[in-house]
C-alpha cells in the first residue's frame, strides 16, 4: 500500500474533530508526526475557528472573572501588549492538578479549548482536556508594601498577533489607611 503524501493526509485530518484526532494518533508514526507537528495545530484550529472569530483586524476579547465577585469582565487583547506586561513562557506537564488540591472552582474561562482553572488559595491551571496535560501557573507575587485587601480578575485568551495564549491577572489593592483602591 503506497503512503498518502504528507500535505493530502494533513489536509484530511485537520478536517476532523479533536477527540477523533486523539484516537487516531497511534494509527502509524506519519499520522502521529502529523497530529503533533504545530503547523497542522494551526491549520486544524483555524478550520474549527472558521467563521467564529473576526479576522479582519486580529483583534479579540479576553473575558475575565474576579476571584471575589465571580463577575465577567471583557477587555481587548490589543490593550495586552503594553511596556508593563509580564509574559510568562510555559511547557505543560501530563499530572492532574486534582491529585494534589482537592478544591477545584469552576472554570475561570477557556480559549481553543484550554481552560484556566482556579483553585484555593489562588492557584491556577491552564488544563487541555483533550489531550489531559495541565499547567501550573507561578503565583501572583504582591510587593511586601502592600498593606490590606485585594480583588484580582483573571481570564485567557489568544493573542492572534503574537501566536500565543495570555493568562492576564488584573488586582486592585485596598488601602485601609486610605480607605481607597
Known sequence: ???????????ILSRLP?????RIRCVCKAWRRTIDDPVFTKLHLRRQ???????????????LRGDLDNQ??????????????????????????????STAKPPVGSCNGVV?????????FLWNPLTREFHRLPPLKLSKKT??????VSGLGYDSVADDYKV?????V?????KSF
Open 1 to 11: 500500500m503506497q503512503e498518502i503524501p504528507s500535505e493530502i493526509l494533513g489536509e
Open 49 to 63: 475557528l472558521l467563521g467564529v472569530q473576526d479576522s479582519s483586524n486580529g483583534v479579540g476579547q479576553l473575558i
Open 72 to 101: 465577567f469582565y471583557s477587555l481587548p487583547m490589543e490593550s495586552l501588549n503594553s511596556d508593563g506586561a509580564e509574559i510568562v513562557k510555559a511547557s505543560f506537564v501530563k499530572t492532574s492538578p486534582l491529585q494534589t488540591h
Open 174 to 178: 485596598f488601602d485601609p489607611r486610605d
Open 18 to 22: 479533536a477527540e477523533s484526532l486523539l
Open 116 to 124: 484556566l482553572i482556579s483553585q484555593s488559595k489562588g492557584i491556577k
Open 168 to 172: 492576564v491577572r488584573i488586582v486592585q
Open 147 to 152: 498593606r490590606g485587601l485585594y480583588h484580582s
